[in-house]
């Protein structure tokens, strides 16, 4: 028995005192943990009960409050005989009194030995109901605080456990228990804090680091930007390619990309303006915030410069040889990749002519045999800007440039194998492909089909290495080319292999959209829907029936979903490109219609290719803007078909108009096959406009662009004839006896029988 046991044990006396203080403590409710102590002293009363059999949470009182509980037991033992019930009143309030302050004064302690307890014994404090917990919820509150905190700054602060090992006995345990608790949590205070300082640390140097990265960066950024310039299916505007590129280096540097984008704009503006900069670093600065024509400017003062000290040192190397030499090879590399910088800014800047004269100039100082990778890299680069300088040339200029384009790939393949460079080897071989295809739309005849046959070949090659599986979004790219060949190949086939291709065309663009989804890559997918929607409108054309309406349905379709990604106000080049297809759906659709639905559609139409041509003017882009002009006469002259009066005529001399703006471009010099097809266009309409003004005039310059043409072999030239005799012959058949009617179906029937 314990020797507080003892005092109290055989004197019943003692035994109700206690028991009345005992009933005195139950009515106080307002000091957490009373219940603990209420049990420790009926335990007491009842006598012969020792110390080790209380139960384990009447002690979680701590040394103090225990020490403080048993004082005031022995007092009452030490006066039982004279106790009197008021006395024990006021001792037991001091008592409650004592015991609720040293509960308060304990609770960051007894806070402390809960956590590590439960965590030492799989618990989680996270879990604890506040509520449960009556007065002490706050408390409760704040600690759930502070171990979530601990918990942040110390991953394995959770599984740090004391194991509490309460031995029977005395107070000095508990004490001693305490001590170490204690020890223990300023110990752990200290480590956090040597932890936040170590953290502060690595910070400091981690601030460094966006400079580093920043300087790093701006080096290559224009060389990683041009990458892009051909290795989609689709032309990337500037803007898309710089941001494709930030994404690029944000995902290698495992970096947020708005992150990386304003630490190095950020330090791109910091070189623009400090004096002491140099001028490389300023140019690709320059460069980097989009201001391409300064950057250009600064690349080629310092290609000059360079150049003016290797010409002297190159003189100097008979007096100097070695030193002389060894200079003028670094003179040359600054020269170079001056150069490189120049053509990149320029060709940002859609002066592509220029970006070609950077790269031709950066060959001259770059042999094959001293720098392979880098030659090669170069007629990459020149391949890329010729041929996006044919699409804004006119007359001769256009086959010209595209004649250097299709050289400049093909001797890049020499040093860009397949087993040596494979990646290299197929993005040089899908710009191959996109520059035949460009060529063999100014041919015609077998030439038309051979390059046509080539760039299918380089797709096809491009796609051994761009598979699904090891780069999809490449694969994708090649596909979208792979059905614009397709397409062009079935434009110059007839019957059975027309329709075939077309089919292989449709499933190519198709398979392209698996991975071209809308909510991954809106701007591609968008694309590949514009030229989905192009097969299947020559599927269409190439139909009958039910079947030919679903199709060009269909194109319409694929047209209009293009144009919820391709926006005037986002890419107007796009969305002008976008249009004329629309256009061109429709009026197939309009033709195979009757009636008011046949004119609503031709209206659409109209509207379409007007809106193409506010953004394709003949100064930005002449070639596209010609075929509009040609598409918009067709539809006018459609129109005029379906009109009476004055409205007819307006509507055929608005018509010869538009032909005669696309044939300032499309002459027969520079792009043949389009100029005899516009010029047929333009001479059905002279005659129906002769017809409606009864100007003979009119029917002259028609009959003399018919004689002209007889000579050539245009693809469908004489189903063009054909049909014109069908209108003249209709137009009869309504009771229009016009003698130049007369005269122009003698005219057709002339020169059809030749």
């Given at each position: 028995m314990g020797k507080v046991g003892q005092l109290v044990s055989g004197t019943g006396e003692a035994a109700t005192a206690m028991t009345d203080a005992v009933a005195m403590l139950g009515t106080i409710k307002d000091v957490a943990g009373i219940e603990c102590v209420k049990t420790f002293f009926a335990s007491l009363a009842v006598g012969g009960v020792t110390l080790a059999a209380l139960p384990a949470s009447a002690l979680v009182l701590g040394a103090a409050g225990l020490s403080g509980a048993v004082a005031i037991y022995k007092a009452l033992a030490a006066r039982k005989e004279s106790l009197r019930q008021e006395q024990c009143r006021e001792w037991l309030s001091q008592g409650r009194e004592q015991l609720g302050e040293l509960l308060r004064e304990g609770t960051d302690l007894r806070r402390a030995a809960d956590a590590m307890e439960n965590a030492e014994n799989g618990g989680s404090f996270e879990d604890l109901e506040p509520g449960a917990y009556g007065t002490a919820a706050p408390q409760i509150v704040q600690f759930q605080t502070l171990?979530?905190?601990?918990?942040?700054?110390?991953?394995?602060?959770?599984?740090?456990?004391?194991?509490?090992?309460?031995?029977?006995?005395?107070?000095?345990?508990?004490?001693?228990?305490?001590?170490?608790?204690?020890?223990?949590?300023?110990?752990?205070?200290?480590?956090?804090?040597?932890?936040?300082?170590?953290?502060?640390?690595?910070?400091?140097?981690?601030?460094?680091?966006?400079?580093?990265?920043?300087?790093?960066?701006?080096?290559?950024?224009?060389?990683?930007?041009?990458?892009?310039?051909?290795?989609?299916?689709?032309?990337?505007?500037?803007?898309?390619?710089?941001?494709?590129?930030?994404?690029?280096?944000?995902?290698?540097?495992?970096?947020?990309?708005?992150?990386?984008?304003?630490?190095?704009?950020?330090?791109?503006?910091?070189?623009?303006?400090?004096?002491?900069?140099?001028?490389?670093?300023?140019?690709?600065?320059?460069?980097?915030?989009?201001?391409?024509?300064?950057?250009?400017?600064?690349?080629?003062?310092?290609?000059?410069?360079?150049?003016?000290?290797?010409?002297?040192?190159?003189?100097?190397?008979?007096?100097?040889?070695?030193?002389?030499?060894?200079?003028?090879?670094?003179?040359?590399?600054?020269?170079?990749?001056?150069?490189?910088?120049?053509?990149?800014?320029?060709?940002?800047?859609?002066?592509?002519?220029?970006?070609?004269?950077?790269?031709?100039?950066?060959?001259?100082?770059?042999?094959?045999?001293?720098?392979?990778?880098?030659?090669?890299?170069?007629?990459?680069?020149?391949?890329?800007?010729?041929?996006?300088?044919?699409?804004?040339?006119?007359?001769?200029?256009?086959?010209?440039?595209?004649?250097?384009?299709?050289?400049?790939?093909?001797?890049?393949?020499?040093?860009?194998?397949?087993?040596?460079?494979?990646?290299?080897?197929?993005?040089?071989?899908?710009?191959?492909?996109?520059?035949?295809?460009?060529?063999?739309?100014?041919?015609?005849?077998?030439?038309?089909?051979?390059?046509?046959?080539?760039?299918?070949?380089?797709?096809?090659?491009?796609?051994?290495?761009?598979?699904?599986?090891?780069?999809?979004?490449?694969?994708?790219?090649?596909?979208?080319?792979?059905?614009?060949?397709?397409?062009?190949?079935?434009?110059?086939?007839?019957?059975?292999?027309?329709?075939?291709?077309?089919?292989?065309?449709?499933?190519?663009?198709?398979?392209?959209?698996?991975?071209?989804?809308?909510?991954?890559?809106?701007?591609?997918?968008?694309?590949?829907?514009?030229?989905?929607?192009?097969?299947?409108?020559d599927q269409g054309k190439a139909s009958e029936g039910e079947n030919r309406a679903r199709l060009l349905g269909e194109a319409v379709r694929a047209c209009r979903q293009a144009l919820g990604v391709h926006t005037r106000e986002a890419l107007p080049q796009k969305w002008a490109t976008t249009q004329i297809n629309l256009g061109n759906a429709l009026s197939d659709q309009a033709k195979a219609s009757v009636g008011t639905e046949s004119a609503r559609l031709l209206g659409e139409a109209e509207n379409a290719y007007r809106f193409a041509l506010e953004v394709y003017t003949r100064e930005v882009m002449p070639q596209e803007w010609a075929m509009t002009q040609n598409n918009l006469g067709a539809v006018l002259q459609h129109l005029a078909a379906a009109s009476e009066g004055a409205e007819r005529i307006r509507l055929h001399g608005e018509s010869v108009a538009a032909y005669r703006s696309a044939l300032e471009v499309q002459t027969r010099e520079a792009l043949p096959r389009y100029w005899a097809q516009t010029s047929l266009n333009l001479a059905q309409s002279l005659i129906l406009l002769a017809a409606a003004h009864l100007d003979a005039g009119h029917f002259d310059e028609a009959e003399a662009i018919f004689r002209e043409n007889v000579s050539l072999a245009v693809p469908g030239q004489w189903t063009f004839v054909g049909m014109c005799i069908l209108i003249f012959h209709a137009l009869h058949a309504r009771g229009n006896t016009n003698p130049l009617l007369a005269r122009a179906e003698a005219l057709l029937l002339e020169l059809g029988g030749k």
């Open positions: 171990l979530r905190l601990r918990k942040e700054k110390r991953e394995d602060f959770e599984r740090m456990a004391v194991r509490f090992d309460i031995l029977q006995g005395d107070v000095e345990v508990l004490t001693k228990f305490a001590e170490k608790t204690y020890r223990l949590v300023t110990e752990t205070h200290e480590d956090v804090k040597a932890q936040g300082a170590k953290l502060e640390e690595i910070s400091a140097q981690v601030g460094q680091l966006p400079q580093v990265m920043a300087a790093e960066i701006l080096k290559f950024f224009a060389s990683k930007v041009s990458a892009l310039n051909g290795a989609v299916g689709r032309e990337l505007t500037q803007k898309e390619k710089v941001d494709r590129a930030f994404a690029e280096l944000a995902e290698a540097n495992g970096v947020p990309v708005e992150q990386l984008k304003a630490v190095v704009l950020n330090y791109a503006k910091s070189v623009r303006t400090n004096p002491q900069s140099d001028s490389i670093e300023k140019a690709r600065a320059e460069y980097v915030a989009a201001n391409y024509l300064t950057a250009a400017k600064e690349a080629g003062a310092v290609a000059m410069r360079a150049r003016a000290r290797r010409f002297a040192r190159d003189a100097g190397i008979r007096k100097y040889a070695a030193e002389a030499a060894a200079k003028s090879a670094v003179d040359r590399a600054k020269e170079r990749d001056a150069l490189i910088l120049s053509g990149q800014s320029f060709h940002a800047a859609r002066q592509f002519g220029r970006a070609s004269n950077a790269y031709n100039e950066a060959l001259e100082i770059t042999p094959r045999g001293e720098d392979a990778t880098a030659w090669a890299a170069l007629q990459l680069a020149l391949g890329d800007a010729s041929d996006k300088w044919a699409d804004v040339s006119e007359g001769a200029e256009i086959a010209i440039h595209r004649k250097q384009a299709v050289e400049a790939y093909r001797s890049a393949l020499k040093v860009y194998t397949r087993e040596a460079l494979p990646h290299d080897w197929a993005t040089t071989q899908n710009n191959l492909g996109l520059a035949l295809a460009n060529q063999a739309a100014a041919c015609e005849g077998a030439e038309r089909v051979r390059l046509i046959r080539e760039a299918m070949n380089a797709y096809r090659n491009a796609l051994e290495v761009c598979t699904r599986e090891a780069l999809p979004q490449d694969w994708a790219d090649t596909q979208n080319n792979l059905g614009n060949a397709l397409c062009n190949q079935a434009a110059a086939s007839e019957g059975e292999d027309r329709v075939r291709l077309l089919g292989e065309a449709v499933t190519a663009y198709r398979q392209a959209l698996e991975v071209r989804t809308r909510e991954a890559l809106p701007q591609d997918w968008a694309a590949t829907q514009n030229n989905l929607g192009i097969a299947l409108r």
